[in-house]
């Protein structure tokens, strides 16, 4: 029911640990980050745009992106937030399959008043689809996740609690690539990283480029690849 996907379980010792320690992290990453750009950032945008986004790169700018895995038994599954609708159900069916035994989700900051936020929704499509709530974990900074590296590096304080060896991580097809940057170099070695990729429906590969849509987000998520190569160093 709607009311059950709302239902949260309190978190244990150890999750209320992570999230304190991901408070604390989180703001010195976002100095460092905001220290970092600027004219050097500005330049290459320039050149990203200016050599992939010709019309002969396109498809291999999109190739590109995609690091997919085939799925492996993991000790956690961990769904990278954004794009619910395509996410959460495939993770569900990795679940439903045995893939893992658990599902991590790190909250995201609250929605508007009156608007549930997109943890909340991922875990209703994920109980619909047939997921047992006892199998949901949560962390909960307090400011939320608010990108792939405070994904990144909340997966990391997770580990360093409750360590695992290896992690199923679900994101959209597209994102793999920067995902397994900032992934890896957040992870310690001892955990191996398994990146499934999600197929947007939307967006095959066969008609992205003719989509504004489906060219945005390709265009979008190389800018924040080369972004992160040069920024983001766990």
Do not use: M
Not at 89 to 107: D, F, H, N, T, Y
Not at 171 to 194: K, Q
């Amino acid at each position: 029911s709607r009311s059950s996907g709302r239902a949260r379980v309190r978190p244990d010792a150890g999750q209320q640990r992570v999230s304190r320690r991901f408070d604390a992290f989180g703001s010195r990453w976002r100095l460092l980050r905001t220290l970092r750009s600027g004219w050097l950032w500005l330049a290459v945008v320039l050149a990203v745009y200016s050599v992939l986004f010709q019309k002969a790169w396109l498809n291999e700018a999109a190739r590109f992106l995609v690091s997919s895995d085939q799925p492996h038994k993991a000790d956690l599954l961990f769904i990278l937030g954004g794009n619910y609708a395509v996410r959460a159900p495939a993770a569900a069916a990795l679940l439903r399959q045995g893939w893992a035994p658990k599902v991590l989700l790190a909250r995201e900051p609250e929605g508007r008043a009156g608007h549930r936020d997109f943890t909340d929704i991922t875990r209703q499509i994920l109980i619909e689809r047939g997921v047992s709530p006892d199998r949901i974990v949560e962390i909960a900074p307090r400011d939320g996740v608010r990108s792939t590296a405070d994904e990144a590096h909340a997966l990391r304080l997770y580990l360093q609690t409750y360590p695992r060896s290896r992690v199923l991580v679900v994101t959209s097809a597209f994102h793999t690539r920067r995902a397994r940057l900032a992934l890896t170099r957040a992870v310690p070695g001892s955990t191996r990283i398994i990146l499934f990729g999600v197929q947007d429906p939307d967006c095959p590969d066969s008609v992205w480029p003719e989509k504004p849509y489906c060219r945005q987000q390709i265009e979008t998520e190389w800018l924040k690849l080369v972004y992160y190569f040069f920024t983001f160093f766990g």
